[in-house]
């Protein structure tokens, strides 16, 4: 297994050129990560957890990659394991991954760039920007807003169409996508949060729409170019860029099996996906990084103006009523010792993680070729940012809901012919007898999971 290291310290560089300078409190204070870590002990925490030692027979991962920064300095830089385990390709900063549902960050700034160019009002219906009759399964009359699709709270239900082919000749353009995999709405605008891929790749033809191109070309002008990540694609078939679909090419994924623990190759498994905004960025760990740097500058270089940044990072959808935020404008919030924001992504090939907290500026980026879900990996952000002290949100009641009965997934076929699968696996509430409330609409759930209120307006 290869393993490649890197860091880029201030006093790495002054220590190398034979010079130390005695640290004042507050020098050595910015010098932890949220989690208490030194910045010189990163790599030493990556090693030890990872546990390198191949020669004891545990095997912790397929092939991960992992990049710490703080503003634009890599702290960090960690290859593991190898992209290709028959013929033993080791990870390195060349290997592309899948990015997932990151990818939907992309249609998220794109909006915000146009909303500070005065083409987008995000509280506007986005009927107002779509061809007349584009969508035809609506429920409800009321407007539908760019903010609810950021959001996920536009009221549809899952596709009961596949979004991805293996098929290269099926690739649909974007609008034929949509309108051939349009779901029902089944809840009112606004009120129910269900995250939805359709509706991610709605919002992106929305952006196509108001600029007159194709949101590939789009991302590429105003996102990859401006910030010169000049090895990720975004294209469902990744022809827009011919570097990263000949590294695809050489990526095999992996699932883990537990009993015996081994991992199985799942071959190249190349899906492409009809609704690709929603999901088909696949890049360098080094271009993620790059993308997540973007979000604690305080240039703000995807923006024309920085107060576009803050506004996009102010929150959008709260916990119950009080100010803890779930969204920000369809980046995902995450609370650890500090909060963070971000988003992850899984792909029929891959799973990623993006997370970064704008009050230090330090972030963390995580690429694997597995599909199965890694334990191990799941607890690198907390290596990073620490874990959340929930007392801190706590209004000091903390007493405990009766939530009996059960309940659906709001994520789940809720209309057509597959509407009864829905009922297949209710949740028992039972089963969650650690569920607690801690303020206002907000409840902690073992301990670890805020989980917040919400009612339709019609008390269904």
């Known amino acids: 297994m290869k393993m490649k290291k890197t860091a880029s310290m201030c006093i790495a560089a002054l220590l190398a050129a034979g010079t130390m300078l005695v640290p004042t409190a507050a020098a050595e204070e910015e010098q932890r990560l949220p989690s208490g870590v030194k910045f ?16 004891s027979g545990t095997e912790y991962y397929a092939g991960f990659e992992a990049i710490v920064f703080q503003g634009d300095d890599i702290l960090y830089e960690g290859y593991f394991g190898e992209t290709d385990r028959e013929n033993h390709i080791p990870c390195d900063e060349d290997s592309v991954f899948e990015w997932g549902s990151i990818s939907k960050t992309m249609i998220w700034v794109s909006a915000m760039q ?10 506007a219906d986005i009927r107002d920007y779509l061809p007349d009759g584009f969508l035809r399964h ?118 883990f099996s537990a009993i015996p623990p081994k991992y199985k190759s ?16 696949t890049g360098t760990i080094r271009d993620l990084a790059t993308y997540a740097q973007a979000f604690v ?32 404008c369809g980046f995902g919030v995450t609370e650890y010792r ?20 704008r009050e230090s500026k330090v972030g963390l980026v995580t690429l694997t070729n597995e599909t199965s879900v890694n334990l191990v990996i799941q607890e690198v952000p907390e290596w990073v940012f ?30 057509g012919l597959m509407k009864f699968t829905s009922y297949l696996r209710p949740i ?4 969650y007898p650690d569920l607690k409330r801690i303020d206002d609409g907000v409840y902690l759930l073992g301990g670890s999971m805020l989980l917040g209120e919400s009612n339709r307006s019609d008390g269904i």
């Not at 799942?266 to 088909?280: C, E, Q, R, V, W």
């Not at 703000?300 to 959808?317: N, V």
């Open 40 to 55: 010189e002990n990163i790599a030493s925490k990556f090693d030890k957890e990872l546990n390198m030692d191949v020669g």
């Open 266 to 281: 799942d071959g190249k498994k190349i899906s492409y996906i009809n609704l690709y905004p929603a999901g088909s960025a």
């Open 386 to 415: 620490g874990k959340a002290d929930y007392e801190n949100y706590s209004d000091g009641k903390g007493e405990t809901r009766d939530f009996s009965g059960y309940y659906l997934v709001s994520r789940s076929q809720r209309a």
């Open 428 to 431: 028992n509430a039972k089963m």
């Open 138 to 255: 609506l429920t409800y009359d009321e407007p539908i807003t760019m903010m609810n699709i950021m959001d996920h709270t536009g009221g549809w239900c899952e596709t009961t169409y596949s979004i991805s082919t293996p098929d290269h000749d099926k690739i649909m353009p974007l609008a034929e996508a949509l309108q051939a995999t349009e779901p029902t709405q089944v809840n009112p605008p606004g009120e129910v949060t269900s995250y939805s891929n359709w509706g991610a790749a709605l919002g992106a033809y929305v952006i196509e729409c108001i600029t007159g191109e194709e949101y590939a070309d789009y991302v590429r002008e105003n996102i990859f170019d401006r910030l010169g990540m000049e090895h990720t694609s975004i294209a469902a078939d990744f022809s827009d860029n011919e570097w990263v679909l000949a590294q695809r090419g050489k990526l095999k994924s992996y699932t």
């Open 114 to 123: 146009l909303w500070e160019q005065g083409k987008l009002d995000l509280d």
């Open 297 to 328: 500058s305080d240039d703000a270089p995807l923006f024309e103006h920085k107060e576009t940044q803050e506004k996009m990072f102010s929150g959008s959808l709260f916990y119950g009523n009080t100010d803890i935020p779930a969204s920000s």
């Open 338 to 357: 500090v909060r963070t924001m971000g988003h992850n992504g899984a792909t029929i090939a891959c799973h990623s993680n993006m997370l970064f907290d």
